[in-house]
T-cell receptor, first 115, second 115 residues
Framework: DAGVIQSPRHEVTEMGQEVTLRCKPISGHDYLFWYRQTMMRGLELLIYFNNNVPIDDSGMPEDRFSAKMPNASFSTLKIQPSEPRDSAVYFC?????????????FGDGTRLSIL | AQSVTQLGSHVSVSEGALVLLRCNYSSSVPPYLFWYVQYPNQGLQLLLKYTTGATLVKGINGFEAEFKKSETSFHLTKPSAHMSDAAEYFCAVSDSGGGADGLTFGKGTHLIIQP
C-alpha cells in the first residue's frame, strides 16, 4: 500500500521566493497533519485538517505560512515570502478517524533550505 | 496542556546490550502514548502505542514499553541491541479527550550502537 507521499523531497530556494510543499495522504485517512522539524525546536505541529477542513492552525508561525486541502487526496503548505529561518524538514502525516488513539503515518518529508 | 520529556539526547549502548530510552509525560487527561523511530532522511515510523488496557505494550523490531501512571513514564526497552537499531527515537503523547489533536513530541533520543 502506498504511504503518505510528499513532494519535493528537497527544495533549495532564495529568500523572498514562494515555496509550495505538497502532500498526498493515505487513501481513506480523514486527518492530515503538517509538522516542522528543526534541531532547535524538534518536531512542531503546524496545522491539521479533518475531512479537508482546517481544525487547528495555532502552530502556524506567521501569516507567511498557509495550508490548504482542496480535496481528500491532496494538501499544500505554502510559504510566501520565504526566509532563511524557515529552513527545516517539513513532514506531512495522515491518520484514520476515531480519535487521537489512531497512529499517524508520516511521509518522508521535504527538506527545505532557504538561502 | 501536554508535554513530553525524553531524558538523554544521546544514548550509546553496545551491540547485544539492553536498550533503555526514557520518556516522561504530563497530561491533564489519561494520555495516549506513542514511540516513533526515525531513520536518516526518512519520516517517522510507529514502533508501538499505548491507549488503554495492558500497560506493557509490545511493538515492532523487538521493542516494548510499559505505561506507569504513578511515575508518568513510558520508557522504551529492547533486551538486545542490534546495529540496525541505530536511529532517532521519539516519544509522543496525544489527548484522550476525544479530539484528534496532533501529537506532542519529545525532543528525541539518538540511539548509538557500538560494535
Amino acid at each position: 500500500d502506498a504511504g503518505v507521499i510528499q513532494s519535493p523531497r528537497h527544495e533549495v530556494t532564495e529568500m523572498g521566493q514562494e515555496v509550495t510543499l505538497r502532500c498526498k495522504p493515505i487513501s481513506g485517512h480523514d486527518y492530515l497533519f503538517w509538522y516542522r522539524q528543526t534541531m532547535m525546536r524538534g518536531l512542531e505541529l503546524l496545522i491539521y485538517f479533518n475531512n479537508n477542513v482546517p481544525i487547528d492552525d495555532s502552530g502556524m508561525p506567521e501569516d507567511r505560512f498557509s495550508a490548504k486541502m482542496p480535496n481528500a487526496s491532496f494538501s499544500t503548505l505554502k510559504i510566501q515570502p520565504s526566509e532563511p529561518r524557515d529552513s527545516a524538514v517539513y513532514f506531512c502525516a495522515s491518520s484514520l478517524s476515531g480519535g487521537s488513539n489512531q497512529p499517524q503515518h508520516f511521509g518522508d518529508g521535504t527538506r527545505l533550505s532557504i538561502l | 496542556a501536554q508535554s513530553v520529556t525524553q531524558l538523554g539526547s544521546h544514548v550509546s549502548v553496545s551491540e547485544g546490550a539492553l536498550v533503555l530510552l526514557r520518556c516522561n509525560y504530563s497530561s491533564s487527561v489519561p494520555p495516549y502514548l506513542f514511540w516513533y523511530v526515525q531513520y536518516p532522511n526518512q519520516g517517522l515510523q510507529l514502533l508501538l502505542k499505548y491507549t488503554t488496557g495492558a500497560t506493557l505494550v509490545k511493538g515492532i523490531n523487538g521493542f516494548e514499553a510499559e505505561f506507569k501512571k504513578s511515575e508518568t513514564s513510558f520508557h522504551l526497552t529492547k533486551p538486545s541491541a542490534h546495529m540496525s537499531d541505530a536511529a532517532e527515537y521519539f516519544c509522543a503523547v496525544s489527548d484522550s479527550g476525544g479530539g484528534a489533536d496532533g501529537l506532542t513530541f519529545g525532543k528525541g533520543t539518538h540511539l548509538i550502537i557500538q560494535p
